[in-house]
C-alpha cells in the first residue's frame, strides 16, 4: 500500500521560510516522478515543482527563486524549501508521485499540509 506523508506545514509570517517533507512508503521510490503541488481555498490545484529521478527539476514559473525541490532516494523522502513567503502562499501542500515508467501509469497523493502565511 502506497503512502506519501508530509509533514512541516504550519504558520509563518511573510518574508518567512518552511521545508516540507514527504516520506514515501510501499512504493520502489526511484522509479517515480515526486512533486508537489498546492490549493488555495476557493482554487483548483495547482503545480509548484517537480523532480525526477534524477534530479532533474520543473517549476511553475512564479515559484522560481523562492522555492527548491531536492529528493533523497535513499530516505524515499521529497523536500520543498519555500523562502520569502507571501500570503499568496497560503494553500494546502500536496505531496505527488507519477509512475510514468508503469503500464498504466501510476499516480498517488499525500493528504496535504497546510501552509499558512500571516502577520
Known amino acids: 500500500q502506497v503512502q506519501l506523508v508530509e509533514s512541516g506545514g504550519g504558520s509563518v509570517q511573510p518574508g518567512g521560510s518552511l521545508r516540507l517533507s514527504c516520506v514515501a512508503s510501499?512504493?520502489?521510490?526511484?522509479?517515480?516522478?515526486m512533486g508537489w503541488y498546492r490549493q488555495a481555498s476557493g482554487k483548483q490545484r495547482e503545480l509548484v515543482a517537480t523532480?525526477?529521478?534524477?534530479?532533474?527539476?520543473n517549476y511553475a514559473d512564479s515559484k522560481k527563486g523562492r522555492f527548491t525541490i531536492s529528493r533523497d532516494n535513499a530516505k524515499n523522502t521529497v523536500y520543498l524549501q519555500m523562502n520569502t513567503l507571501t500570503p499568496e502562499d497560503t494553500a494546502v501542500y500536496y505531496c505527488?508521485?507519477?509512475?510514468?515508467?508503469?503500464?498504466?501509469?501510476?499516480?498517488?497523493w499525500g493528504q496535504g499540509t497546510q501552509v499558512t502565511v500571516s502577520s
Open positions: 523532480i525526477e529521478n534524477r534530479g532533474g527539476t
Open positions: 510501499g512504493m520502489i521510490f526511484r522509479y517515480y516522478t
Open positions: 505527488n508521485a507519477a509512475g510514468l515508467l508503469y503500464s498504466p501509469p501510476r499516480n498517488y
